[in-house]
C-alpha cells in the first residue's frame, strides 16, 4: 500500500524537531524504556532476568531459563523450593559416563511402576508439562485428572540404542525419560503404543502432550520419529538433539 503524501512531510518535521530538540528523543527513549522494563515486571514469564517460577505460564524467556540451569543443580532445585513443589534430593551415584551427581526425584508426578530419579532440570521439564499440558489436556478431553503416568525407566548406563560405539545415552546420566502411557483418575487408559494412530480422543491426547512436552524438554521423540519409539516418548534435556520436536 501507497504511503501517504503526508508522510514524508511528517517525518521531516520529526527529524528536524529531534535534531533541534535532542532531549525530547532521550526523554521519548526512556520512557519506551520504562514501559517496557514495568511490563517486564508485570510479566515475569517473558524477562529473561527473573527467576523462574513454575507458578508463572510459559513465556518468551522460559526455554533460556531452563536452559542455563542444566549446569547449575542448587538454583535449579531452588526453583522447585522458590515454586513450592516437593522434590527429593538423593545422593550421587555411579561413575565415568554414567556418573549420576545430580539425582532428582520429583514427587508430584504419579509415576508408575515407581517414582525415579531425574536430573534437576528434566524434572522442572517434567513439572511444566505436568502443569501446562499433560493435567489440563486430560481435563479438557476427557474431564478427569492423570492419575499415573506409566514409565519406562530413566537410567540406564548405555550408548544411545544400545549400541557399542556411538554418543551416549542421555539415559545414562538420568537426564532421560521414557513415557509409555496414562491411566486416568476414571480409570481410562492411554497407551502409546496402541492408541497413537487409532483416532479419537486417546490419538488427540497423545498428540497434543507430545507437542505440549516441545514446550518443555529440549528433546522429544515420538513414534512419528522413527520405529524405536513405536511404545513410548522419549524426553530429555540434553542440548545434543536441541530443537527436536516429533
Given at each position: 500500500?501507497?504511503?501517504?503524501?503526508?508522510?514524508?512531510?511528517?517525518?521531516?518535521?520529526?527529524g528536524?524537531?529531534?535534531?533541534?530538540?535532542p532531549?525530547?528523543?532521550?526523554?521519548?527513549?526512556?520512557?519506551?524504556?520504562?514501559?517496557?522494563?514495568?511490563?517486564?515486571?508485570?510479566?515475569p514469564?517473558?524477562?529473561?532476568?527473573?527467576?523462574?517460577d513454575?507458578?508463572?505460564?510459559?513465556?518468551?524467556?522460559?526455554?533460556?531459563?531452563?536452559?542455563?540451569?542444566?549446569?547449575?543443580?542448587?538454583s535449579?532445585?531452588?526453583?522447585?523450593?522458590?515454586?513450592?513443589?516437593?522434590?527429593?534430593?538423593?545422593?550421587?551415584?555411579?561413575?565415568?559416563?554414567?556418573?549420576?551427581?545430580?539425582?532428582?526425584?520429583?514427587d508430584?508426578?504419579?509415576?508408575?511402576p515407581?517414582?525415579?530419579?531425574?536430573?534437576?532440570?528434566?524434572?522442572?521439564?517434567?513439572?511444566?508439562?505436568?502443569?501446562?499440558?499433560?493435567?489440563?489436556?486430560?481435563?479438557?478431553?476427557?474431564?478427569?485428572?492423570?492419575?499415573?503416568?506409566?514409565?519406562?525407566?530413566?537410567?540406564?548406563?548405555?550408548?544411545?540404542?544400545?549400541?557399542?560405539?556411538?554418543?551416549?545415552s542421555?539415559?545414562?546420566?538420568?537426564?532421560?525419560?521414557?513415557?509409555?502411557?496414562?491411566?486416568?483418575?476414571?480409570?481410562?487408559?492411554?497407551?502409546?503404543?496402541?492408541d497413537?494412530n487409532?483416532?479419537?480422543?486417546k490419538?488427540?491426547?497423545?498428540r497434543?502432550?507430545?507437542?505440549?512436552?516441545?514446550?518443555?524438554?529440549?528433546?522429544?521423540?515420538?513414534?512419528?520419529?522413527?520405529?524405536?519409539?513405536?511404545?513410548?516418548?522419549?524426553?530429555?534435556?540434553?542440548?545434543?538433539w536441541?530443537?527436536?520436536?516429533?
Amino acid at each position: 500500500m501507497a504511503r501517504s503524501s503526508s508522510a514524508p512531510r511528517y517525518d521531516r518535521k520529526l527529524g528536524r524537531l529531534i535534531a533541534k530538540f535532542p532531549f525530547l528523543a532521550l526523554i521519548l527513549f526512556a520512557a519506551l524504556g520504562m514501559a517496557g522494563w514495568f511490563w517486564l515486571q508485570e510479566n515475569p514469564q517473558h524477562n529473561p532476568w527473573a527467576p523462574l517460577d513454575l507458578s508463572h505460564p510459559p513465556g518468551w524467556a522460559t526455554d533460556r531459563k531452563l536452559l542455563a540451569l542444566r549446569e547449575d543443580v542448587p538454583s535449579c532445585r531452588a526453583v522447585f523450593e522458590r515454586s513450592d513443589v516437593a522434590i527429593t534430593a538423593l545422593e550421587p551415584q555411579g561413575e565415568g559416563q554414567c556418573a549420576r551427581p545430580d539425582r532428582t526425584r520429583l514427587d508430584t508426578l504419579p509415576f508408575a511402576p515407581n517414582h525415579p530419579a531425574t536430573t534437576c532440570p528434566a524434572a522442572l521439564a517434567l513439572e511444566l508439562w505436568r502443569r501446562n499440558a499433560l493435567a489440563p489436556i486430560a481435563r479438557e478431553l476427557f474431564n478427569s485428572e492423570v492419575a499415573q503416568v506409566q514409565h519406562l525407566g530413566v537410567y540406564s548406563c548405555r550408548r544411545m540404542y544400545g549400541s557399542d560405539s556411538g554418543p551416549w545415552s542421555e539415559h545414562a546420566t538420568g537426564n532421560a525419560i521414557d513415557i509409555a502411557g496414562f491411566v486416568l483418575a476414571d480409570g481410562t487408559r492411554i497407551s502409546v503404543l496402541n492408541d497413537w494412530n487409532e483416532g479419537g480422543a486417546k490419538q488427540a491426547f497423545l498428540r497434543r502432550v507430545r507437542d505440549g512436552a516441545c514446550n518443555s524438554f529440549s528433546t522429544v521423540l515420538s513414534p512419528d520419529y522413527n520405529a524405536a519409539h513405536a511404545d513410548h516418548f522419549h524426553f530429555d534435556m540434553s542440548d545434543r538433539w536441541a530443537g527436536v520436536c516429533r
